[in-house]
């Protein structure tokens, strides 16, 4: 597959089309563009503010159909939902997508890491910051653009820890980011390569300086083809 198709939404429809994925999972739907371009049998958009316009919903009514829509938080979702939506069934492919924040990721990631099936995948955004001022910790595109006057909409956060974070102090998942669509972060069950030995204090006290001079060895950052590597694993 070409570069220039190694989007989101291809990683992610692709992820459930090897499995055979019954239960897709994303966190920060917002306007659902993603969302209404992915197809499983079941959906599930968790956001605490929809902006879904009425022309998406009209020509998309199989969509609709198929998914259940969450007004709320991540974090309140899996604490008051989550157990009742996967009480008969598991989750096959998440996208966290959320809040930009390591933290609330490393949340994000740890909560659907307890529904998640066994040979299931979660994809991340946001993994790869390409400048200081877009990996700048904050909690949404405006707060970074009234700090850095004249700074576009391009901001990622720090969601990037969060990655290094799992790939440090998890050693049963298998995580790595893909150098497309500002970093995609691929975890799955499974041993762990090119393992970290930071510990927690440790990657919370990484800079932007430490990620630029170390993206491969923190990120363990592929090239996007070799994402037609790793599905042949799934």
């Known amino acids: 597959m070409s570069d220039t198709f ?19 999972l994303e966190i920060g739907v917002h306007r659902g563009k993603n969302f209404f371009r992915i197809s499983a049998p079941f959906q599930i958009a968790v956001d605490p503010n929809f ?15 198929r998914s259940r829509f969450f007004e709320m938080t991540s974090d309140q979702f899996f604490a008051t939902r989550a157990a009742s939506v996967f009480k008969d069934r598991q989750l096959d492919v998440a996208f966290i997508d959320g809040l930009h924040t390591s933290e609330q990721v490393l949340a994000d990631f740890n909560n659907c890491l307890k ?19 877009a990996a700048e910790y904050g909690h949404s595109p405006r707060e970074i653009m009234q700090k850095f006057e004249g700074k576009n909409a391009e901001w990622t956060g720090d969601v990037w820890k969060a990655i290094v974070h799992i790939r440090s102090q998890n ?64």
């Open 51 to 65: 902006i879904i316009g009425i022309k998406r919903r009209l020509n998309n009514p199989r969509v609709l159909l």
């Open 171 to 234: 050693k049963s998942v298998a995580a790595f980011v893909l150098d497309c669509d500002y970093g995609i972060g691929v975890a799955r069950r499974g041993k762990p390569a090119n393992e970290l030995s930071l510990t927690a204090e440790q990657v919370a006290a990484l800079t932007y300086d430490d990620l630029d001079r170390n993206r491969v060895r923190l990120l363990d950052l592929k090239p996007p083809q070799y994402w037609d590597e790793f599905i042949k694993t799934l």
């Open 115 to 133: 529904y998640l099936s066994p040979n299931g995948v979660i994809l991340f955004h946001d993994c790869n910051p390409t400048s200081r001022e």
């Open 6 to 24: 190694m989007t989101r939404e291809y990683l992610i429809q692709s992820a459930i089309d090897r499995i055979k994925a019954r239960t897709y």
